[in-house]
Nanobody, 122 residues
Framework: QVQLVESGGGLVQAGGSLRLSCAASGRTFSSYTMGWFRQAPGKEREFVAAIIWSGGSTYYADSVKGRFTISRDKVKNTVYLQMNSLKPEDTAVYYC???????????????WGQGTQVTVSS
């Protein structure tokens, strides 16, 4: 059973930084793609970033490119989302997700964490 547990959310002023963590367990993730998604109040969940676990290739939504960085630590089985230059519009619940296969398709994620709140004040 795959488990994903996010942490690191909080309240930050515009222009600040936060680092989210996603601790993954339950199986070997060498054939997985890990992603971060977010959902703001009243809006649909949207893709933020993804990383191929084995090779480390990354892919970003245009809205966060150049500000956010996704990475993974194979030893700790943890995925990170470093968020810099945060804006009020980044406010959302952020979810970690995992999907079998090495693909940057935005759909098809099989496993989800419980989410962590990020609030950016202006």
């Amino acid at each position: 059973q795959v488990q994903l547990v996010e942490s690191g959310g909080g309240l930050v002023q515009a222009g600040g930084s936060l680092r989210l963590s996603c601790a993954a367990s339950g199986r070997t993730f060498s054939s997985y793609t890990m992603g971060w998604f977010r959902q703001a109040p009243g809006k649909e969940r949207e893709f933020v970033a993804a990383i191929i676990w084995s090779g480390g290739s990354t892919y970003y939504a245009d809205s966060v490119k150049g500000r956010f960085t996704i990475s993974r630590d194979k030893v700790k089985n943890t995925v990170y989302l470093q968020m810099n230059s945060l804006k009020p519009e980044d406010t959302a619940v952020y979810y970690c997700a995992a999907r079998m296969g090495m693909s940057f398709q935005r759909s098809g994620y099989d496993y989800w964490g419980q989410g962590t709140q990020v609030t950016v004040s202006s």
